[in-house]
C-alpha cells in the first residue's frame, strides 16, 4: 500500500481530540511512506491533517473541484493540487490515486465519499481497502446502522464485515497493507432464490 485518500471535516468539530487524532494519523502516515490524498483543503481536519503530512516530510495530493477551491481554501504547500470540474470527477481521480480509504470524523461530504467507495467495492467496481478510523465512538451510531442494515436484510453480512473500524491507527494500517477483499455477492440469499422461482 503506497498511498491512501483521507476523508475528513472541511470543521475541526467540537472536541480537540478530533484535530489530535488527525495529526497523528498525518505523522504516522508520512513517517509510514504512504502518500496522502485528500480533499484538498486548508481548513478544518483537512487541513490540520495535511499540514501534518507535510511536516513529517511526506507526500499530499489534494483533488479539489473548481467551485470549492475558495469554499475549502485550497491548500496552497502541498506536494501536488489537481483541480477538478466536479464532485464526480473528485471522487474518481481519488479512487485512481489510492490505495486505500480512511474516515476521520466529517459531516455529509465524509459519508457521501466513504459510501460511494463502498458502494463501488460492493458493485465490484474496486476492490480496496475501506476504514473508518474512530475518535472515542464518533462512528458507533453509524455503524450501529449497517449492523441494522445486515439484520433486516438490505447488506450481506460478509460486505458489512469487509470493512475496518475502531481506534488504533498502527491496527488499521496493518489491516490495511493485508486487505483480501471479501468474496460476497451483493445480491441476498432471498434474492437469489426468488429469481431461480
Known amino acids: 500500500m503506497q498511498s491512501v485518500c483521507v476523508y475528513c471535516g472541511s470543521h475541526s468539530g467540537s472536541r480537540p481530540i478530533y484535530a489530535e487524532r488527525a495529526r497523528r494519523l498525518g505523522r504516522q502516515l508520512a513517517e509510514s511512506g504512504i502518500s496522502v490524498i485528500y480533499g484538498g483543503g486548508n481548513v478544518g481536519l483537512m487541513g490540520v491533517m495535511a499540514d501534518a503530512v507535510l511536516e513529517a516530510g511526506g507526500e499530499v495530493i489534494g483533488v479539489i473541484p473548481e467551485q470549492l477551491v475558495n469554499w475549502e481554501v485550497a491548500h496552497p ?15 474518481a481521480r481519488m479512487f485512481e490515486l489510492s490505495d486505500g480509504f480512511i474516515a476521520l470524523p466529517g459531516g455529509f461530504g465524509t ?23 474512530d475518535v472515542e465512538g464518533f462512528y458507533e451510531p453509524l455503524i450501529g446502522m449497517m449492523d ?13 464485515d469487509d ?30 432464490l426468488s429469481v431461480a422461482r
Open 111 to 133: 459519508l457521501d465519499e466513504m459510501f460511494e467507495m463502498l458502494t463501488w467495492r460492493q458493485l465490484g467496481i474496486g476492490d480496496k481497502p475501506c476504514a473508518f478510523l
Open 148 to 160: 441494522r442494515m445486515v439484520a433486516e436484510h438490505f447488506v450481506n453480512a460478509e460486505q458489512r
Open 163 to 192: 470493512l475496518w473500524h475502531g481506534e488504533e491507527i498502527d491496527t488499521m494500517l496493518e489491516w490495511m497493507h493485508s486487505y483480501r477483499p471479501a468474496n460476497a455477492d451483493k445480491w441476498l440469499e432471498e434474492k437469489r
Open 77 to 91: 504547500r502541498l506536494t501536488r493540487l489537481e483541480v477538478v470540474p466536479s464532485m464526480h470527477l473528485r471522487k
